[in-house]
């Protein structure tokens, strides 16, 4: 009678458990946008920019990439649009440093997705499109632009590809 009383318990005891739910990392993240940097000269080549400033026109924060021919920026989730002014640093034969500025125009719809009781909600963007706002400088350095894909669902991929 105490074994069927301890086994009766037992069996209780593992039907009462809940699954754990923990949230797991990238299927649950809202993706930033990937882009890839590539030799104007060469197009068949990512070009590694020594240095790349971006700030998110009304915000102060600044985003830095240095060594890299990947960079990834952040869209704004309560909008359909965010534009990026983006800082190239190159340096001179003589080791001056001279800066080149453009600004991106991203803009899109959102979708929020229902992920797991553990992770929320995340944002999936829609008929994206990516344009370079008219030269504002006199030092611009993005020449053109190639939207890889209209959909941001992951961070798996580049979605548009910077030529300079």
Same mark, same amino acid.
Request: glycine content about 2%; some cysteine.
């Given at each position: 009678? #105490?074994k069927?009383w301890?086994?009766?318990l037992?069996?209780f005891?593992?039907?009462?458990?809940?699954?754990? *739910?923990?949230c797991?990392?990238?299927?649950?993240?809202?993706?930033?946008?990937?882009?890839?940097?590539?030799?104007?000269? =060469?197009?068949?080549? $990512?070009?590694?920019a020594?240095?790349?400033?971006?700030?998110a026109?009304?915000?102060?924060? !600044?985003?830095?990439? =240095?060594? !890299?021919? #990947?960079?990834?920026?952040p869209?704004?989730?309560?909008?359909?649009?965010?534009?990026?002014?983006?800082?190239?640093?190159?340096?001179?034969?003589?080791? *001056? !440093?001279?800066f #080149?500025k453009?600004e991106?125009?991203?803009?899109?719809?959102? =979708?929020? $997705?229902?992920?797991?009781?553990?992770?929320?909600?995340?944002?999936i963007?829609? =008929?994206?499109?990516a344009? #370079?706002?008219?030269?504002t400088?006199?030092?611009?350095?993005?020449?053109?632009?190639?939207?890889?894909?209209?959909?941001?669902?992951t961070?798996n991929?580049?979605?548009i590809?910077?030529?300079?």
């Amino acid at each position: 009678m #105490k074994k069927i009383w301890f086994v009766s318990l037992c069996i209780f005891g593992f039907l009462a458990c809940e699954k754990d *739910d923990i949230c797991a990392g990238e299927e649950s993240e809202t993706p930033n946008i990937i882009i890839d940097l590539y030799d104007q000269i =060469e197009p068949d080549n $990512l070009k590694q920019a020594v240095k790349i400033a971006a700030v998110a026109n009304g915000f102060t924060d !600044t985003l830095f990439f =240095e060594r !890299t021919s #990947k960079i990834e920026l952040p869209l704004q989730i309560n909008t359909n649009a965010t534009d990026w002014n983006l800082t190239l640093y190159e340096l001179t034969p003589t080791n *001056d !440093t001279i800066f #080149k500025k453009d600004e991106l125009k991203f803009t899109y719809t959102t =979708e929020a $997705l229902y992920v797991s009781k553990a992770c929320g909600y995340k944002t999936i963007f829609h =008929e994206f499109n990516a344009v #370079k706002s008219p030269n504002t400088t006199n030092n611009p350095w993005i020449q053109s632009i190639y939207k890889v894909t209209n959909e941001i669902t992951t961070n798996n991929n580049a979605h548009i590809q910077l030529y300079y």
